[in-house]
């Protein structure tokens, strides 16, 4: 561009700024003189607060008042709940269904999670024949594999034979899920140690073993680096049980040979979340059975007749109470429980969850409302992918048909059915991610809502469909024995 064409941007851009002060001061004069006429004058040219040109933006009553209409209205189910149903709530149901005291000696749920101890145990002798080189990594990787394997079948095979209650066989093998996946991020990170150890080892083969000075610490010959009083634990000295059991025990997946800790427990706070945890625990139980089983229960009738217009009407009724159930446990699992165990053991990383709630897309609903299981899985499974050279596709699908299985795995195996529908839910996910990437484009707003809807309505209509199968195959077993 040449220097004249730059010149003549230049005389037009003051030109602008120039006719743009003129208008104004024009405006302002006018406005002086109107304001000196006799008839006292009282309009001026303003849009309604309603308007988008406005740029009105305290809108704090109208949330007040969507906020009371909403209690006002949930306030009128729960009285016409009372008067239809009375009142049917009783905690010791929910713990009769976990342990079976029907049976006394026989408690699947509770010997279950006692035995998962020995998968730790397991886990950890293979890390001690590891490191001291009595096994090779191909013979240990094989271990590590028959112990997460054994893991995943063990209690499945157990609640198909023992048939405890669906309710607490979940929670079991929500404890085994868990498990399996901290025991391949133990496995995984000692061997990254080990691979780390042995390439240090063969530099230490060129060169004289020594003492080495650096600013802010001293690399010790006895492997540990001390830096302002603080003990850096480095492989193999993290290979104990304490150490084991603390990792099991931490409100994480991913294992760290030091972990982040904060200075002191906090009493003040874990009294405060100790509270949150009995009382939203009352508060879910509570709405788990005067609620949601009482619908689920009258919806049984027109799936079984597959009446179109009803099974909408009982799928709406079962969303609310479902959704404020789901709510309630995200803050009593991710908040109150993860924080006490945080505190307790004070592990400092405290990031369980992000704001999902802001969701415009089903990728980052699925990236920050579970931290946990995303930091797992992208630190074991998406990244390793990427290094050995597959694809970011790849890798995405990966992680969610791993994800996918473990919906069906907590599911199924409890009800003792395989009809797939949480893996289809899954699957589903897919092309409403494509359909909420594209009203996103148009509206953040709307693609906000989309993903809120689809978490209100996609859980009843899972819910009824599992529970439907489920009392249809226990019929039909009930009338074949009979």
Not at 322 to 340: E, G, I, K, Q
Request: charged share 20%; proline share 4%.
């Amino acid at each position: 561009m040449s220097e004249a064409d730059l010149l003549r941007r230049r005389k037009g851009g003051l030109r602008r700024n120039h006719s743009t002060n003129e208008a104004e001061e024009t405006v302002r004069e006018e406005e002086k003189e109107r304001a000196l006429q006799p008839d006292k004058p009282y309009h001026k040219p303003q849009d309604s607060l309603l308007s988008s040109a406005s740029g009105w933006t305290n809108y704090r009553g109208v949330m007040n008042l969507c906020v009371l209409l909403l209690f006002m209205s949930n306030i009128r189910l729960v009285l016409e709940n009372f008067l239809k149903y009375g009142i049917l709530i009783d905690p010791m149901k929910i713990f009769n269904m976990f342990v079976g005291v029907n049976d006394p000696y026989s408690w699947p749920n509770l010997s279950l999670i006692c035995i998962c101890n020995l998968f730790c145990l397991a886990s950890y002798f293979v890390e001690k024949l590891l490191s001291k080189d009595m096994i090779s990594e191909s013979k240990g990787a094989f271990l590590h594999f028959i112990i997460v394997i054994t893991c995943l079948v063990f209690p499945a095979v157990v609640i198909f034979q023992k048939r405890p209650n669906p309710i607490g066989a979940a929670i079991t093998l929500g404890f085994y899920s868990i498990l399996v996946l901290k025991l391949i991020s133990y496995a995984m990170v000692n061997k990254w140690c080990r691979k780390k150890q042995h390439d240090n080892r063969k530099q230490l083969h060129r060169r004289r073993r020594t003492r080495i000075k650096s600013e802010g610490g001293i690399w010790m010959a006895n492997g540990k680096l001390e830096t302002n009083g603080t003990s850096f634990v480095e492989y193999p000295d993290n290979l104990h049980m304490k150490d084991l059991y603390y990792f099991i025990v931490a409100p994480t997946l991913s294992y760290e040979l030091n972990f982040p800790r904060s200075e002191r427990i906090r009493k003040r706070f874990l009294i405060r979340r100790i509270v949150e945890m009995v009382f939203l625990i009352q508060i879910m139980i509570g709405l788990i059975q005067q609620w949601i089983v009482p619908t689920v229960a009258n919806a049984m009738k027109p799936f079984g007749e597959m009446d179109l217009s009803r099974m909408v009407e009982r799928i709406m009724k079962l969303a609310l109470p479902n959704h404020f159930v789901w709510l309630l446990f995200f803050y009593w699992f991710f908040h109150s429980c993860l924080n006490v165990l945080a505190e307790v053991l004070r592990f400092a990383d405290r990031e369980f969850y992000r704001d999902w709630w802001n969701s415009e897309s089903i990728g980052y609903f699925w990236q920050n409302w579970n931290i946990p299981v995303h930091k797992w899985a992208n630190r074991h499974v998406y990244r390793p992918m990427l290094e050995k050279g597959f694809s970011r596709t790849q890798g995405q699908i990966v992680v969610f048909l791993i994800s996918a299985f473990f919906h069906e795995y907590l599911v199924s195996v409890p009800l003792q059915m395989f009809k797939l529908w949480a893996f289809m839910g899954m699957m589903m996910q897919i092309p409403l991610a494509i359909v909420v990437a594209r009203v996103n484009k148009l509206s953040p707003v709307y693609a906000n809502l989309l993903v809120w809807m689809s978490l209100i309505v996609g859980q009843p209509v899972a819910i009824m469909m599992y529970v439907h199968d489920y009392v249809v195959q226990n019929a039909l077993e009930a009338s074949s024995v009979a």
